[in-house]
């Protein structure tokens, strides 16, 4: 149980489009998503805080209007990238949660390696 | 502040060998606290967690005891595998938020 789905897994893409990445939870319903970036060799990097049917919470020095978060239903959430540029070029990881009290673990997609050209 | 501190890798061990990963935190409260491991290009998967002081995590032949008198969450095994080859995560969710508090991660790799 508790499965989460990142797609896509893998993007390559030209300099100055965007990107739509998209984080389900297959089998439980999530009240709150987050977005993380990690680069190479290094820890999650949070971004963002995403609860259903709200606007997203951004940690400092994330530019809002480069990664919108959207959170429409309590099983998707999707991060867009905009105008990426070479930069952006990063492993996106989103995570689920489900509980209404701090012991409940976030359940991790398996990421989005992304590449801008 | 509430913050994670990981020992710095990587460790690299024969197979069969003892695993101590050190794991220390500060935060207000009473945080949760977790250990994750993430795979070559994969997402984190949850490895064990704990929730009180003196509660024991265990999952897969790995453990780890929540000590708030010396705030620390060390991850251990008996016996490594070569398929325990990963990057493993401590992280604590602290009161208030479900935000996670990650450490800096440690690269495990384990020769035959």
């Known amino acids: 149980g508790a499965v989460v789905s990142q797609h896509p897994s893998w993007v390559i893409c030209k300099s100055g489009t965007s990107v739509k990445i998209e984080c389900r939870s297959l089998d439980f319903q999530a009240t709150t998503m987050f977005w993380y970036r990690q680069f190479p060799k290094q820890s999650l990097m949070l971004m963002a805080t995403s609860n259903e049917g709200s606007k997203a919470t951004y940690e400092q020095g994330v530019e809002k209007d480069k990664f919108l978060i959207n959170h429409a239903s309590l099983t998707l959430s999707t991060l867009t990238v905009t105008s990426a540029h070479p930069e952006d070029s990063s492993f996106y990881i989103c995570?689920?949660?489900?509980?209404?009290?701090?012991?409940?673990?976030?359940?991790f997609g398996d990421g989005t390696r992304l590449s801008i050209l | 502040g509430n913050s994670v501190t990981q020992m710095e890798g990587p460790v690299t061990l024969s197979e069969e060998a003892f695993l101590t990963i050190n794991c220390t935190y500060t935060?207000?409260?009473?945080?949760?606290l977790f250990w994750y491991v993430q795979y070559p290009g994969e997402g984190l998967q949850l490895l064990l967690k704990?929730?009180?002081?003196?509660d024991k995590g265990s999952n897969k032949g790995f453990e780890a005891t929540y000590r708030k008198e010396t705030t620390s969450f060390h991850l251990e095994k008996g016996s490594v595998q070569v398929s325990d080859s990963a990057v493993y995560f401590c992280a604590l969710s602290y009161s208030g938020t479900y935000k996670y508090i990650f450490g800096t991660g440690t690269r495990l790799k384990v020769l035959a």
């Open positions: 995570s689920a949660y489900s509980g209404t009290a701090d012991h409940q673990p976030q359940h």
């Open positions: 704990a929730t009180k002081a003196d």
């Open positions: 935060a207000t409260g009473y945080p949760s």
